[in-house]
């Protein structure tokens, strides 16, 4: 009999198939899970994934597949692989492989083919696969010849990893039937440096003139499992250090020098203090638009400061943001030999240690104050349905929830090694304000591509990576409906996660755009919505539906509690007020012109 779950894999020249080849390869990248759905159009090479120790997690769709190989990619550091039935299977991947693209997760995207006999033909379920994902993947292999199946395979996952991004390999369906003497490649991991030895003196010397520097943690301090690295420099310039856009797990909150994230809803501490930078490091950041745009009624960015920014993708660096120097090399070894060239060295900023310590303290207290004390928002709008929804009654009978109080509410009984995962809209943007973390490889959210539907598969795919940690995903009711149905897969296949649905029955965010510029002229922003906790119950779950802000703190802490001990999934529905937040930016939009007379009042 067969060594059944052998993860070793066939050395030197060998006679097999493509399949076998295709598993093999897998099996030298260390691949043990793969998100998707059947289909025949790979059955011969998911025959022997089993035998090679590989489990295939069926998932209800696609998309939720590719959205699972990305959560399960940013917790493990290593590929996440999704793959599916020609045609229809993989074109519902593509906003999951965008989402990937802009997040820098290196899944690997599998793509099978229309049959080379009858390619072109118009033939069931055939398109052109390599187009779709074109705008999304560090690089597309095809495989042009059975033989050439495990080159192609090794070289889409050895990108992935180099290129930090998605790549397609694209096999044509019968290409994994025949025979050939092939080699299993050895898998090629990249050694990052630290950058060029000028880039990295022009940035000490910088540095040591520095009289404010402020550090900015990015997403490529997590990448390179640099927290440790970016401390040290932190702690040797004694500088505040702000989290990058959507990057709140790049710093540890607790820190006397973390100041929280910029950007969106971000913190006003990390605002108000890199605005006083006259140096700033933007470690493992492409400083994106997102996350240096004004927020809170402040232009924060620095105008005058020197930056320094360090990417391990060179097309990064000066891109966005006008830069004094550009290191390209890898977040941890560029912050060590900075601090290296630091150490020992007489700094301008030594002498103000105190003083600058006393304002990251003073700032972030006002900051925390701020918050305890925002319990609602307080434009004419939120006020008006405040109003309407004290008159109002939810489900069960109770009273409907300021967000801002719920979040703070969850933010207090989050579990520690929490990871958490949001979703796109109104209140998932404002919980930016309350998401604190320890450690890296804890947040995730959709990044630039923005998409809804996002947040619970890519927390299902983060469980399957970390399984002894807690998993929390936000949705609003909108993005929810988007990706409910992932419910199923937790239940089947014993993937305990909980979800907490924000259930304000509308799509909030654009229906903030309809209050600021059009008036109040709500077109399709409402929604209708039936309890999502019957419906989670309905599928296998648990449920549980909150409308009573002293049970949102105790209705975490009993899902997590379920979900850890007794390996159940739970949706918490929060019913919600229709109160919106204050939008990110409002230059996206002008105010209405209309010229005909019939749209005369519609300004």
Same mark, same amino acid.
């Given at each position: 009999?067969?060594?059944?779950?052998?993860?070793?894999?066939?050395?030197?020249?060998?006679?097999?198939?493509?399949?076998?080849?295709?598993?093999?390869?897998?099996?030298?990248?260390?691949?043990?899970?793969?998100?998707?759905?059947?289909?025949?159009?790979?059955?011969?090479?998911?025959?022997?994934?089993?035998?090679?120790?590989?489990?295939?997690?069926?998932?209800?769709?696609?998309?939720?597949?590719?959205?699972?190989?990305?959560?399960?990619?940013?917790?493990?550091?290593?590929?996440?692989?999704?793959?599916?039935?020609?045609?229809?299977?993989?074109?519902?991947?593509?906003?999951?492989?965008?989402?990937?693209?802009?997040?820098?997760?290196?899944?690997?995207?599998?793509?099978?083919?229309?049959?080379?006999?009858?390619?072109?033909?118009?033939?069931?379920?055939?398109?052109?696969?390599?187009?779709?994902?074109?705008?999304?993947?560090?690089?597309?292999?095809?495989?042009?010849?059975?033989?050439?199946?495990?080159?192609?395979?090794?070289?889409?996952?050895?990108?992935?990893?180099?290129?930090?991004?998605?790549?397609?390999?694209?096999?044509?369906?019968?290409?994994?039937?025949?025979?050939?003497?092939?080699?299993?490649?050895?898998?090629?991991?990249?050694?990052?440096?630290?950058?060029?030895?000028?880039?990295?003196?022009?940035?000490?010397?910088?540095?040591?003139?520095?009289?404010?520097?402020?550090?900015?943690?990015?997403?490529?301090?997590?990448?390179?499992?640099?927290?440790?690295?970016?401390?040290?420099?932190?702690?040797?310039?004694?500088?505040?250090?702000?989290?990058?856009?959507?990057?709140?797990?790049?710093?540890?909150?607790?820190?006397?020098?973390?100041?929280?994230?910029?950007?969106?809803?971000?913190?006003?501490?990390?605002?108000?203090?890199?605005?006083?930078?006259?140096?700033?490091?933007?470690?493992?950041?492409?400083?994106?638009?997102?996350?240096?745009?004004?927020?809170?009624?402040?232009?924060? #960015?620095?105008?005058?400061?020197?930056?320094?920014?360090?990417?391990?993708?060179?097309?990064?660096?000066?891109?966005?943001?006008?830069?004094?120097?550009?290191?390209?090399?890898?977040?941890?070894?560029?912050?060590?030999?900075?601090?290296?060239?630091?150490?020992?060295?007489?700094?301008?900023?030594?002498?103000?240690?105190?003083?600058?310590?006393?304002?990251?303290?003073?700032?972030?207290?006002? #900051?925390?104050?701020?918050?305890?004390? #925002?319990?609602?928002?307080?434009?004419?709008?939120?006020?008006?349905?405040?109003?309407?929804?004290?008159?109002?009654?939810?489900?069960?009978?109770?009273?409907?929830?300021?967000?801002?109080?719920?979040?703070?509410?969850?933010?207090?009984?989050?579990?520690?090694?929490?990871?958490?995962?949001?979703?796109?809209?109104?209140?998932?943007?404002?919980?930016?304000?309350?998401?604190?973390?320890?450690?890296?490889?804890?947040?995730?959210?959709?990044?630039?591509?923005?998409?809804?539907?996002?947040?619970?598969?890519?927390?299902?795919?983060?469980?399957?990576?970390?399984?002894?940690?807690?998993?929390?995903?936000?949705?609003?009711?909108?993005? #929810?409906?988007?990706?409910?149905?992932?419910?199923?897969?937790?239940?089947?296949?014993?993937?305990?996660?909980?979800?907490?649905?924000?259930?304000?029955?509308?799509?909030?965010?654009?229906?903030?755009?309809?209050?600021?510029?059009?008036?109040?002229?709500?077109?399709?922003?409402?929604?209708?919505?039936?309890?999502?906790?019957?419906?989670?119950?309905?599928?296998?779950?648990?449920?549980?539906?909150?409308?009573?802000?002293?049970?949102?703190?105790?209705?975490?802490?009993?899902?997590?509690?379920?979900?850890?001990?007794?390996?159940?999934?739970?949706?918490?529905?929060?019913?919600?007020?229709?109160?919106?937040?204050?939008?990110?930016?409002?230059?996206?939009?002008?105010?209405?012109?209309?010229?005909?007379?019939?749209?005369?009042?519609?300004?």
């Amino acid at each position: 009999m067969s060594n059944v779950n052998d993860r070793s894999y066939v050395q030197g020249p060998a006679k097999m198939t493509p399949s076998e080849a295709f598993v093999e390869t897998m099996v030298a990248n260390d691949v043990t899970n793969i998100f998707g759905i059947m289909g025949s159009a790979f059955m011969d090479a998911m025959d022997i994934f089993a035998p090679a120790g590989i489990r295939l997690i069926p998932v209800v769709h696609e998309q939720g597949a590719g959205h699972m190989a990305d959560g399960y990619s940013r917790v493990s550091g290593t590929h996440g692989v999704v793959i599916g039935q020609n045609g229809p299977g993989i074109s519902n991947c593509v906003t999951a492989i965008a989402a990937a693209y802009w997040a820098h997760s290196p899944v690997v995207i599998v793509t099978p083919e229309t049959g080379t006999t009858t390619m072109g033909l118009g033939g069931f379920q055939e398109c052109n696969q390599l187009p779709m994902f074109q705008e999304f993947t560090k690089y597309q292999g095809h495989v042009t010849h059975p033989g050439r199946m495990a080159e192609y395979t090794g070289r889409c996952f050895d990108r992935a990893l180099s290129e930090m991004g998605p790549t397609q390999l694209n096999i044509p369906r019968d290409y994994f039937y025949g025979e050939s003497v092939c080699e299993i490649p050895k898998p090629s991991r990249l050694d990052r440096g630290a950058g060029g030895e000028q880039s990295l003196n022009e940035a000490a010397d910088l540095l040591a003139e520095a009289k404010f520097p402020v550090i900015i943690s990015g997403g490529g301090v997590v990448m390179a499992d640099a927290v440790e690295e970016c401390k040290a420099l932190a702690e040797r310039l004694n500088a505040p250090v702000v989290n990058s856009y959507l990057h709140n797990d790049s710093f540890p909150a607790s820190h006397e020098l973390w100041c929280g994230p910029l950007g969106y809803q971000g913190s006003k501490a990390a605002m108000k203090l890199i605005a006083q930078a006259d140096v700033v490091v933007a470690l493992g950041s492409r400083l994106g638009p997102f996350g240096t745009l004004p927020q809170h009624g402040m232009d924060y #960015w620095p105008k005058d400061a020197k930056i320094i920014q360090i990417d391990a993708d060179n097309k990064m660096l000066g891109l966005v943001k006008k830069i004094s120097v550009g290191i390209c090399g890898d977040a941890k070894a560029a912050a060590v030999a900075l601090t290296d060239r630091l150490s020992g060295r007489t700094l301008a900023c030594d002498a103000t240690v105190a003083e600058r310590k006393d304002k990251v303290a003073t700032e972030k207290a006002a #900051w925390e104050k701020e918050l305890d004390e #925002w319990t609602h928002e307080k434009d004419a709008f939120s006020l008006d349905m405040i109003k309407e929804n004290a008159e109002e009654t939810p489900f069960s009978g109770g009273e409907y929830l300021h967000p801002r109080q719920v979040l703070r509410e969850l933010e207090k009984a989050m579990p520690e090694d929490v990871m958490v995962s949001t979703d796109i809209g109104n209140i998932n943007s404002i919980a930016n304000s309350y998401l604190r973390f320890e450690k890296p490889r804890s947040f995730f959210a959709a990044m630039s591509f923005g998409n809804c539907g996002y947040a619970f598969p890519t927390i299902i795919g983060a469980k399957v990576a970390a399984p002894h940690r807690p998993a929390i995903s936000y949705a609003g009711d909108g993005a #929810w409906g988007m990706s409910l149905m992932e419910t199923m897969t937790c239940v089947r296949h014993d993937i305990p996660v909980t979800a907490v649905v924000f259930h304000n029955r509308q799509w909030g965010a654009e229906k903030k755009n309809q209050v600021d510029f059009y008036d109040r002229r709500f077109v399709a922003g409402e929604l209708d919505n039936q309890s999502f906790a019957e419906i989670a119950r309905a599928m296998g779950a648990e449920g549980i539906t909150v409308d009573r802000l002293e049970d949102v703190g105790p209705a975490l802490k009993k899902a997590v509690d379920m979900q850890m001990n007794e390996g159940k999934t739970t949706i918490i529905e929060i019913m919600c007020t229709r109160e919106l937040g204050d939008p990110f930016r409002r230059d996206a939009l002008s105010t209405p012109v209309r010229h005909l007379d019939k749209y005369k009042d519609f300004v």
